[in-house]
């Protein structure tokens, strides 16, 4: 439990390296035979998943500043235990399927309440018998095709799990979508990550198609991650006088959306030479945007309109029931906290700004939950239970919030 004082926020700090990157270098490291460099990665919990993964078939070390991962074998596990990360729990799933024989993958308590039957389903239909036991997934045998069907809806996860497969299969996938891919940045995360490793991936109406054309070993940067740095520049805009992220790439991430985001309620927001600078405005204007392709932004821009003039209206977002925990409903309920009423009705949240008031919060096991309680709380104050779990992202944050000037007291 910490205690957050009303906090001006100033200075200088280093973005975060972007975990989804990360986590999509080292697993795809592990899948390329010979040896690949990662630059730039922060240990956390997610990132120890994907460690984990990678070990399957790679030595893993640390020299001079980089994870090297040093592939010399096939791809294969007979079980493998995933604690935390989705993406690393449905890839793992996924490519347990690219070679023969009965494997278990174990989930974490809260990870194995996730939703992941889409996925399960696209694959038993190319041939892979499925099924479960307590919060294992058993997979036995392999593949017999590559036409994939699967909604895109729900999890971008699920569409790239399925396109990790052409690697160690080294044939073409082809991944028809019924529905409209949401999470977007994401996924073209994943399409640029496989590019990197020499597979070709291409878009013809609703089917993404990858195919390996000349596989290569990674020599790669972790970017900054932009979602990761948004609350602390909520924070700033929210409450503060002049603060700089630095390390950050407007090219890298569709979440970059966000400077433009912060910047249209009337804060200064303005990203030049990889560095985010923001600053408070007059009081923060309402905005009615679409988050559909950068839902993890939901929580910290809730944080920023909740003392808007008006009412702002954020659509796009009815997938994140299924994140670590519900954010729609725990936003909402954040905000009653807080003070300030929110509703959500036809997939968008509406949010009447007004005065908000120190507040106590029990978090649930959802790290961005937890850092945007603490964004809320560093204007007037606030109790927040349960922020251990930040350390599945970002295991430096209260070091970063302190760095910079804010205020809080650990119990």
Not at 13 to 26: D, G, M, N, Q, V
Not at 352 to 358: F, T
Request: overall charge neutral; proline content about 5%; aromatic content about 6%.
């Amino acid at each position: 439990m910490i205690e957050v004082q009303s906090s001006k926020l100033n200075g200088e700090i280093i973005a975060p390296p972007s975990k989804s990157h990360a986590i999509r270098y080292l697993i795809l490291s592990s899948l390329i035979e010979g040896k690949s460099s990662i630059r730039g990665i922060k240990f956390s919990s997610d990132i120890s998943d994907a460690i984990e993964l990678a070990k399957s078939s790679a030595s893993v070390s640390m020299a001079n500043g980089k994870i090297e991962v040093d592939s010399r074998k096939p791809f294969s596990f007979s079980e493998l235990n995933i604690k935390g990360s989705a993406t690393v729990h449905r890839i793992a799933v996924a490519l347990s399927s690219t070679f023969p024989g009965r494997k278990r993958i174990v989930a974490g308590f809260n990870l194995a309440s996730r939703p992941i039957d889409p996925l399960l389903r696209s694959l038993a239909r190319q041939g892979v018998n499925i099924s479960r036991e307590k919060n294992a997934i058993i997979v036995d045998g392999m593949l017999d095709g590559t036409d994939f069907e699967i909604e895109g809806n729900v999890s971008s996860q699920y569409i790239t799990a399925l396109l990790f497969t052409s690697v160690p299969l080294q044939r073409e996938v082809r991944i028809k979508l019924t529905t409209d891919a949401v999470s977007r940045t994401y996924l073209d995360i994943t399409k640029n990550s496989l590019r990197n490793a020499g597979v070709k991936v291409e878009s013809e109406n609703q089917t993404i198609i990858a195919a390996p054309a000349g596989l290569k070993p990674l020599n790669v940067t972790v970017p900054g991650d932009f979602a990761l740095s948004t609350f602390f520049a909520v924070m700033a805009a929210r409450n503060g006088t002049s603060l700089k992220i630095g390390n950050l790439d407007p090219d890298t991430s569709g979440d970059s959306a966000i400077v433009d985001i912060i910047g249209s309620t009337g804060a200064v927001s303005k990203i030049s030479r990889g560095a985010w600078e923001v600053s408070k405005g007059p009081d923060p204007d309402p905005v009615n945007i679409s988050l559909a392709d950068c839902p993890d932004l939901l929580p910290p821009v809730a944080a920023l309109l909740s003392e808007a003039r008006g009412v702002s209206e954020i659509t796009g977002i009815s997938h994140l029931r299924y994140k670590e925990s519900d954010r729609i409903a725990e936003t909402v309920n954040l905000l009653k906290l807080f003070g300030v009423k929110s509703e959500y009705r036809e997939n968008s949240l509406f949010i009447y700004g007004g005065k908000g008031h120190e507040f106590r919060y029990s978090s649930p096991e959802d790290h961005r939950m937890a850092m945007s309680a603490i964004a809320l709380a560093s204007t007037y104050g606030g109790i927040i239970e349960g922020e251990q779990c930040i350390s599945k992202s970002y295991p430096n944050f209260l070091d970063d919030f302190l760095r910079i000037g804010g205020k809080l007291v650990a119990s």
